[in-house]
C-alpha cells in the first residue's frame, strides 16, 4: 500500500551530496568554537554543538545558538569595556 507518498524533498545538488559528502560553509559565527554551517548545493543546514560534535541544525539547535551568540557578544563587550576601564585607569 503506498500511503502518505513523500512529496520531493532535493534540490538538485542533494543526490551528489548522498554520494561524495556535503560541501559546507560557515553561515554564521555564534561564538569562537561554535558555527553554523550550510551546504553549498542542498542547502543542509548544520552546526557545532556544546559537545564538540556536528549536528543537523534543528529549530531547537538554533533557538540555543540565538541564545549563545546572545550571551557572548555581552560577554565580549563586557571584557571590551573592562579592558578600556583598565587602561584608562592606569
Ligand atoms: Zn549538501
Request: charged share 30%; hydrophobic share 35%.
Amino acid at each position: 500500500m503506498m500511503k502518505n507518498k513523500k512529496p520531493l524533498l532535493f534540490s538538485p545538488g542533494a543526490w551528489i551530496c548522498g554520494i561524495l559528502d556535503h560541501r559546507f560553509e560557515v553561515s554564521q559565527n555564534i561564538t569562537e568554537h561554535i558555527k553554523e554551517y550550510k551546504c553549498t548545493r542542498c542547502g543542509v543546514e548544520m552546526t557545532d554543538t556544546a559537545q564538540g560534535f556536528m549536528a543537523r541544525l534543528t529549530p531547537k539547535f538554533k533557538e540555543t545558538n540565538e541564545f549563545l551568540a546572545n550571551f557572548y557578544r555581552r560577554r565580549c563587550s563586557r571584557l571590551k569595556y573592562e579592558k578600556e576601564a583598565l587602561s584608562k585607569a592606569s
